[in-house]
């Protein structure tokens, strides 16, 4: 515990009144010795004062003095760990997601699964949502607001071909918070996001665009970590588009590599079950944080039991409380 700070620090002002107190005590004890030398002059025996007689009075005036530190109502910083990052779930929304070798369909699976690990997150992780087909986009910039990334998980739709590395630039630029392009042969410093997870939902069919896996070296750089997700089996099944049946199955070597390049995990998710399983074994960072709480009552309880505690003594020692 740290950092004490005070909501009210002007009500600090009433403890101008110790020295008061302290100043009305030394005159009560300079009385008492004036009488007891009057006493002393004619002949009477004086009272002694009983021994350590400070005690009473220390241990009451530290607790009015933290009584009225009180009214200033006392917070203290103090440091809790806490579980928080920022995931950012990247779908793969291309035709072939519309098979439904996993039940009702690969994206429909994805989408529960998806919705379920988002209700289970703490209050401090923040989840993101893009979709990837021949293009990508941030449908949901990383927030804490879960209604908003629910919403934006629910609107997703199939449609086009399939770039994983387009994915993997807008994941990245919605953890970075900014636009990132990758650049050919030369190394960027995008800053560093220790924490940060992106969850890559994919069956893996990769029809062109931006090399995946350089930028996953991109993103392992920048502290990064990528969760690969192999949505389908690899026998596969077929699917109708626009008239035509094309086939289409599992494709995992790239999810693999793409996940190794960051330490990250690839799993196979041919049930929804299988999905959420993947998502329970998300690891996110736990930091510590610095947060203030206020202190008033444990202050008063505390000076309320040096106050007890004083006038018990004296009671005790003299048969009165001070």
């Known amino acids: ?17 110790v020295p008061v107190l302290v100043w ?3 005159r009560r004890l300079r ?5 007891r030398a009057e006493y002393a002059a004619m002949g009477l025996v004086p009272v002694t004062p009983a021994r350590r007689a400070w005690v009473a009075p220390v241990l009451m005036l530290l607790g009015v003095t933290l009584a009225l530190g009180a009214m200033a109502r006392p917070t203290a910083t103090v440091p809790e760990p806490r579980r928080e990052g ?57 927030t804490l607001d879960k209604t908003a990334v629910t919403a934006a998980i629910k609107r997703l739709q199939p449609s086009g071909s399939t770039s994983v590395g387009r994915g993997l630039i807008a994941g990245i630029s919605a953890i970075a918070g900014k636009n990132i392009q990758l650049t050919d042969g030369t190394e960027q410093d995008i800053g560093w996001y220790g924490g940060s997870t992106i969850v890559i939902l994919s069956d893996g069919e990769e029809t062109g665009g931006p090399d995946p896996l350089e930028l996953a070296d991109l993103a392992s750089t920048a502290g990064i970590r990528i969760h690969t997700v192999g949505l389908g089996t690899p026998s596969g099944t077929q699917i109708k588009v626009d008239g035509f049946t094309l086939s289409t199955r599992l494709d995992e070597g790239l999810l693999r590599q793409i996940a190794e390049t960051t330490d990250g995990s ?14 329970e074994a ?22 309320l039991l040096l106050v007890a505690a004083g006038a018990g003594w004296s009671i005790v020692r003299t048969g009165r409380v001070i």
């Open 31 to 35: 009385d008492q010795a004036k009488r």
């Open 86 to 142: 920022t995931v950012v779930l990247a779908f793969d929304v291309s035709t072939s997601m519309t098979a439904p070798d996993i039940a009702p369909t690969r994206l429909d699976a994805a989408k529960a699964a998806a919705l379920a690990f988002v209700e289970r997150q703490p209050e401090n992780v923040k989840v993101g949502v893009v979709a990837f087909g021949a293009v990508a986009m941030v449908t949901q910039t990383p």
């Open 1 to 17: 515990m740290s950092g004490v700070t005070f909501v009210w620090p002007y009500a600090l002002l009433g403890l101008a009144l």
């Open 266 to 279: 690839y799993h196979q998710a041919s049930d929804e079950a299988g999905l959420r399983a993947v998502y």
């Open 282 to 303: 998300i690891e996110l960072s736990w930091t510590i944080r610095q947060v203030p709480h206020e202190v008033t009552s444990w202050v008063v309880s505390l000076a």
């Open 24 to 26: 009305l005590y030394g």
